[in-house]
């Protein structure tokens, strides 16, 4: 069933990306295993789209398929497209990926030491871009890299160009990784949990420098993370995944005043606030199904407080309770 998450935008000109009913699979010797089953979202021209949810629920594969990063023998796209600026990526060929990857659609990896090549120095690395993407000189190329790395607030970066990625610490990599998404003014940024090995000190530095280049660049970013505090702080619109599916969607304020969901609520209780009054932290009980043993029907039944047998039974419509915010829960939807 077709799980449609509705923007808030009056128009088609306001989307900068529109994923319609996206699925993707894996193959394997034994089954096929669903990822991602519907997903559906938009992201508007200078907005953030927050995706949150546990781990194994699809946010980063949802957001890799975009640019058809998931490859592989075993990896099917299964149905749905990937609309950008009204041009479907899927159905792309990987020549013509090559010419808006990295250029016009960049990616920030949760992971920088595993992102950039420990052989080359930073300097080569950040240039490769530019290369590829635009007609600059050498010098010109050296140049904007620089001034790329002192907008990300790095000391010397004149030196820093020489060094490679072992002599940097974690958050000057990322960092780092930062500025080469920007280096090419580009459309959309994907943000995949790039603050997650930060101390909340450098990441509070780090969201605070994504933030002051949005504003300057004008970019949208899909910020992907567990993290509810960094998504209060850097998610216009939020939408909540959970096995493979988008149980809600609606703005920052309204999602954390109104939670609809039954897992959202639970996300939102779960999260330490302010001086910590209780003994232990709300929880929501169980663990994430696998992908080899998915239940029947709304894939959170398992572990829900409200599940019914409808909810075992199938999965339910997404449907809009006020404009901007969407749930799939059968407590919403027509029976």
């Not at 299964?78 to 960049?106: A, P, W, Y």
């Not at 943000?191 to 994504?210: H, S, Y």
């Not at 005043?257 to 003994?279: D, V």
Request: aromatic share 6%.
């Amino acid at each position: 069933m077709k799980n449609d998450i509705i923007s808030t935008a009056e128009n088609d000109n306001d989307v900068l990306l529109r994923v319609s009913d996206l699925r993707v699979s894996f193959k394997t010797d034994r089954a096929v295993l669903h990822a991602v089953e519907g997903v559906s979202f938009n992201v508007l021209h200078g907005e953030t789209l927050g995706i949150v949810g546990e781990s194994g629920c699809g946010k980063s594969i949802s957001c890799m398929s975009i640019l058809k990063l998931i490859q592989g023998e075993n990896v099917l796209y299964e149905g749905g497209t990937i609309e950008f600026e009204g041009v479907n990526t899927l159905t792309m060929s990987d020549k013509q990926l090559q010419k808006i990857r990295g250029k016009d659609i960049s990616v920030i990896f949760q992971e920088p030491m595993t992102a950039l090549n420990p052989l080359y120095t930073i300097g080569d690395q950040m240039s490769e871009a530019l290369k590829l993407h635009s007609k600059l000189g050498k010098k010109e190329i050296r140049d904007r890299c620089i001034e790329m790395l002192e907008k990300v607030r790095i000391p010397n970066p004149r030196e820093i160009m020489l060094r490679y990625p072992f002599n940097l610490s974690g958050g000057m990599r990322q960092r780092v990784m930062i500025a080469m998404a920007l280096l090419t003014n580009p459309k959309l940024v994907i943000a995949d949990e790039p603050t997650t090995a930060l101390d909340v000190t450098i990441q509070a530095q780090v969201l605070d420098v994504m933030q002051s280049l949005q504003r300057e660049y004008g970019c949208s970013y899909i910020f992907i993370t567990h993290d509810l505090g960094v998504i209060s702080e850097m998610a216009d619109r939020v939408a909540v995944m959970y096995g493979g599916h988008i149980c809600e969607c609606a703005d920052t304020d309204t999602l954390f005043e109104n939670p609809l969901h039954p897992y959202t609520r639970g996300l939102i209780a779960s999260r330490p606030q302010g001086r910590m009054t209780q003994s232990r932290l709300a929880v929501i009980p169980g663990n994430v199904p696998s992908l080899a043993n998915k239940p029947s029907g709304c894939p959170f039944h398992t572990r829900c407080p409200d599940a019914r047998d409808c909810c075992r039974e199938r999965f339910p419509e997404t449907v809009a309770v006020d404009e901007g915010h969407t749930v799939a829960c059968w407590n919403y939807a027509k029976k």
